[in-house]
């Protein structure tokens, strides 16, 4: 009877466990089907036949049905840590109870009164430090399934390391152990080798994808500049006809207010454009200058006015450019948003350049309308955003990215209606 009764506190105990784990929302019509599938004959089997067949039965029912709910490799990552902690915990319990030699609970109570707090604590701990790390993973499906079969093989391994001391001899379960221990540091570094590649592969793939995104942007910038110029062309013969009526005549003044007002006013945005390329030429990494050149269309469009500055070749950064490309992405699209309030002041500058130290300058500034209204030293945490829920993810990944770069120094200023974003870049070992 009391077997049964603790079987029973061990079955709430890890169905509240993978719950939590999964976040999984549990009906009442789940619990029951749960109970009636697997809790209630995994009982029967460890009560009638025996407890190792009692728990394979528990283990592949609780998989099989947590799976079926959730459709999703996570929640099976889940069940195996969650089990892993059941183990892990039980010998902890072993350990703390050794100084004690009473006994304050009649039978085993006193064992899993110790055990529950201790795995419900663990299972807590397990749940927050794994959050954020599951979050990143959340694309790279290869990472699910190397670390669920990590987790599949160390659950196995401790569960027949836990029921074969009852069935080997001492010397026998010794030789069990060195075999399984050899097999297990195996079968790590190659699932260790075969990460390490998949993550290279993943990283390459990406890169070319968004280094292909970044050069069909820039080819698309460059379309639309040569539109203009060819359709500058096609009119400036009209252009210089209509000119020289005021030449024979000698009217400069009358020239100048015609250029003003019909010529200039009316190529200004072609002029503008070739004056950007033009100042974009000694930026010879062409993912960067076709994002720039991108966001200066897109900033063109709102009506704000943007001013480039390139004054030295730049042919190399020390970050990588998927990351360089993600921070001043989300610096200009901040800075268009931030021009889109503004009534009156509309504009960005951006300058890139080498300093006296050889370091690489970045500084992008956009006019704001207030100065309080941005707070410097919250805007760079996650979530926070002056703008509505789900927002203010950007400037938290770009701290993540800067986190990475030891020898990058970014300093966030706002004065007198100028916010600006200054990076600093020293030269390192692999800067390409």
Known sequence: MELFILSIIEFIILFWAISYATQMKM????????ILLSMCPSILIFQLIGQWQGIVFLLVSSFTYFFWLSRAFLTLI?????????????????????????????GMLEHYCIFTVLFILCIIIYKHSTRKIYKLLEEMKTAYMLILFIALVTMSTFYINLYLTEYLSESNLLKFNIITQI??????????????????????FRRVEIETAQFTDYMRSLEVINNDMQKFRHDHANILASMQGYIEINDFEGLKKYFRKHIFSAEEDTLKRNMRLANLSKLQITGIKGLILT???QAEKEGITVNIE???????????????????GIFLDNAIEANMQNHTDKEIDIA???SRSNSIMIIIENTIEDDHSVKIDKIFNDGFSTKGENRGKGLSTVRSIMNT????????????????????MEKSEGSQ
């Open 27 to 34: 009906s009442m019509k789940r619990i029951l089907a749960y």
């Open 78 to 106: 889940h069940i195996c840590f969650v089990l892993i902690i059941g183990v892990f915990t039980d010998n902890l319990t072993q350990v703390v109870m050794k100084p004690f030699s009473y006994d304050a609970l009649p």
């Open 183 to 204: 097999t297990y540091f195996t079968i790590m570094l190659f699932v260790l080798y075969l990460t390490i590649v998949n993550i290279k592969k993943e990283n390459h």
């Open 295 to 297: 966001k200066t269309l």
């Open 310 to 328: 390139v004054p030295d070749v730049i042919d190399e950064l020390s970050m990588n450019i998927i990351d360089i490309a993600r921070i001043l």
């Open 352 to 354: 890139i350049f080498k």
């Open 405 to 424: 770069y030891p020898n990058v120094v970014l300093r966030t200023n706002v004065n007198n209606g100028v916010f600006s974003q200054i990076i600093e």
